[in-house]
């Protein structure tokens, strides 16, 4: 880090501070600074954008009023949100990361966010959600959204038990044979939280299982871990 800083200054200028102490005596190297850090999960914690009552969407809801057009040689290219499969024919009608829920990237979100926290501590908090007047530290926060993740599987006792996995599948959400037979869905809804596409998505919603251990009190993978 000392190399960087004396002999490639240019390089170090685009990242967060390389000399800042971390609340652990420990540095962390990191794009955004403290500043940016705060102004980006002011949105992703905005209810009129990314976060939903399960989790980040992968697009901010703000296009569903607002889509982002694009000319390009004669042709116009719409994104709007859309919160399950995709009204495009294009890649067999897959939603294309146009608003839909998805494990891989949240779980990676609520990691960086523990991470940051064992940098900044409590001294760094951000509403949940925004314009809440809720403040939580980071790790809080990390927290929160594994609980909104989790909640996808797990029964709704305010809306009669049902599962917001099924969705509006009756034979998933009655039948006893079926009702506590998960399915690990490849993606969800952005709004409901219905699972949507492949069902057998093992390689990554299985992730769930962690966070739920995490849950239950698994101690925090940065405590004792000396970040460079």
Excluded at 129 to 149: I, K, Y
Excluded at 153 to 179: K, T, Y
Excluded at 197 to 218: C, F, I, K, R
Aim: with cysteine; charged share 20%.
């Amino acid at each position: 880090m000392e190399w960087f800083l004396k002999y490639r200054p240019h390089l170090a200028v685009h990242v967060a501070p390389l000399d800042e102490i971390g609340a652990h005596g420990h540095y962390q190297l990191s794009i955004v600074d403290r500043d940016q850090l705060t102004r980006i999960l002011t949105r992703v914690f905005d209810a009129d954008e990314f976060l939903s009552d399960y989790g980040p969407r992968s697009l901010s809801r703000y296009h569903a009023a607002h889509p982002y057009v694009s000319h390009v040689d004669a042709q116009t290219y719409t994104v709007a949100y859309e919160p399950a499969e995709s009204h495009s024919g294009l890649f067999g009608g897959n939603s294309n990361w146009r608003g839909p829920i998805w494990f891989p990237t949240n779980y990676l979100l609520i990691e960086a966010l523990r991470a940051y926290h064992h940098h900044y501590g409590d001294t760094l908090t951000v509403e949940v959600p925004t314009g809440s007047g809720n403040r939580l530290t980071l790790a809080q926060a990390a927290d929160e959204l594994a609980r909104r993740l989790t909640r996808i599987f797990l029964r709704d006792v305010a809306n009669g038990g049902r599962r917001p996995v099924f969705g509006g599948e009756a034979l998933f959400q009655n039948d006893p044979h079926w009702r506590d037979h998960l399915l690990f869905y490849e993606y969800f809804h952005g709004d409901t939280g219905a699972g949507v596409g492949a069902s057998h998505q093992t390689g990554w919603t299985a992730l769930v299982a962690n966070l739920l251990q995490q849950d239950e009190g698994a101690p925090c993978p940065y405590c004792k871990v000396n970040l460079l």
